[in-house]
């Protein structure tokens, strides 16, 4: 258990993974620790290759997804070529075990017309949290951001004059994202609408965060959930109806209309171009549709 807080400590504190990861792969960690110590009676830093091949025939028996799997797969690499470096082990046994194939699957997204409902007013209530909700979904849509930065929002991040917005995203990397004049509006309602609700409530509200709760506490991830989940319901038909489906959508639309690829990039942040090339796929989707629909001899 000492090996896997260390390692934990270390992807947390020194490599600064995003908290999801972080609580993935001590999970994942736990999971297959308990399977050696139950199965082979072997200490997870004493695990061969065919320790390890061994669990992953067993989960791909059971209900778990492939990407899970291969999630698993690629924590014990990292995992074990950790403890290499520190010289705990002198070989990485998981080096060799090979990913499974996954099929494809393209970002979900809202068609413009869905996410244009979205903007109606009438759809959010006119109160305090109506106006919260509104101004998330503006937001979100708005910028492309990760809800684990929207959280993390602090008032002191808009610069109002220039129409900008600074984020903290993954492993502390810091970008600057434009606002458009709609979005300022809607940052400046809301504000005024928070300062109004919370005098009222005469609550010690934390007002460092830009996005409080009703009851004046920062919000965190499940509550944006729930918000955006409700919301896209009542515009959409999907299945899958969380905050970064509407990232997917920024993405897509911005392709749509013409935007240059790498400076999508820029603004959601990732690390490398091939992470936004993905939604490239979705714009060329929707030209097959339409050159169907419009060529005579398609």
């Known amino acids: 258990m000492e090996k896997i807080k260390q390692f934990i400590d270390y992807i947390k504190f020194e490599k600064r993974y995003s908290a999801h990861t972080v609580n993935a792969y001590s999970v994942d960690l736990s999971q297959f620790e308990k399977y050696l110590k139950q199965r082979f009676d072997v200490d997870i830093l004493d695990a061969a290759y065919h320790h390890i091949r061994t669990w992953i025939v067993y989960l791909s028996g059971e209900d778990i997804s492939k990407r899970s799997i291969n999630r698993k797969i690629t924590c014990l690499r990292s995992f074990y070529k950790y403890h290499k470096t520190q010289g705990a082990i002198d070989h990485n046994p998981a080096v060799k075990i090979k990913l499974l194939k ?29 106006r919260l909700s509104k ?7 708005a910028t492309g951001m990760r809800v684990s930065e929207l959280v993390n929002l602090k008032t002191a991040d808009i610069d109002w004059h220039n129409h900008q917005l600074k984020v903290l995203g993954k492993r502390n990397k810091e970008r600057i994202l434009p606002l ?12 005024k609408v928070r300062k109004e609700y ?3 409530k005469g609550t010690d509200a934390d007002f460092a965060y830009l996005f409080l709760s009703p009851r004046g506490k920062k919000i965190y991830n499940k509550f944006v959930y729930r918000i955006i989940n409700y919301y896209l319901s009542l515009v959409t038909t999907i299945k899958k109806r969380s905050p970064h489906v509407i990232r997917h ?6 392709l749509n209309h013409g935007a240059d690829l790498n400076a999508i990039k820029e603004i959601l942040g990732h690390a490398s171009l091939a992470a936004t090339q993905v939604y490239t796929h979705n ?16």
């Open 249 to 254: 959508t920024f993405a897509t639309h911005m």
């Open 102 to 130: 996954t099929p494809k699957q393209l970002p979900v997204f809202l068609e413009e017309e869905s996410m244009n409902h979205l903007f109606d007013d009438d759809l959010f209530p006119h109160d305090y949290k109506g």
């Open 198 to 200: 919370f005098s009222d």
């Open 135 to 141: 101004t998330i979904v503006d937001l979100l849509y």
């Open 180 to 191: 458009s004049d709609q979005v300022i509006e809607s940052l400046h309602l809301y504000n």
């Open 283 to 298: 714009s060329i989707e929707k030209l097959k549709h339409v050159y169907k629909q419009a060529h005579p001899k398609a």
